[in-house]
């Protein structure tokens, strides 16, 4: 099975991390979709994003990454994935996901979404929080790998 991970990943968090490391034990392949979202201005740029992302997946030969902009829906065709991962940390995320998922569903009935709870030590983590600690210069070893924190220390400098 083929599933779709998709996200801005500005920058990529342990929580992103413990969806992806799970979704690779749990599926043949994992393509992890970096959005390039116009509205959104990002910290990192799209090549940043990337490299972080696979600098962190050299235990895993079925993760790959990929960039896509638009529709989600448009890119799980593309991929001719079968499925969409989502990771929820919190009753928020999962009303919100929720919502996606039904207009998702609409645009592509096809498309399965399966929602994936993260590990309750990253239930708080997200990347605009990292971000906003970083750029007070505060410690986000407990939200970020090391290489994302040395490459959040660089953009806040």
């Not at 399966?114 to 939200?143: H, P």
């Amino acid at each position: 099975m083929k599933v779709i991970f998709p996200g801005s990943f500005d920058p990529v968090t342990k929580g992103h991390l413990n969806v992806i490391y799970r979704a690779a034990n749990l599926f043949d392949t994992v393509v992890v979709g970096v959005l390039i979202n116009q509205e959104k201005p990002a910290l990192f740029t799209t090549q940043e994003k990337i490299e972080m992302i696979e600098e962190l997946m050299y235990d895993y030969s079925n993760v790959t990454v990929k960039l896509f902009s638009g529709l989600l829906v448009d890119f799980v065709r593309e991929e001719k994935a079968d499925a969409v991962v989502r990771g929820i940390r919190n009753e928020e995320d999962f009303l919100y996901e929720r919502q996606l998922s039904l207009l998702n569903h609409s645009l592509y009935p096809e498309m399965e979404e399966i929602f994936l709870f993260t590990d309750k030590n990253y239930s708080y983590v997200s990347s605009s929080f990292a971000r906003e600690v970083a750029s007070y210069g505060g410690d986000v070893s407990g939200m970020v790998t090391e290489n994302v924190a040395r490459r959040l220390q660089e953009k806040f400098r």
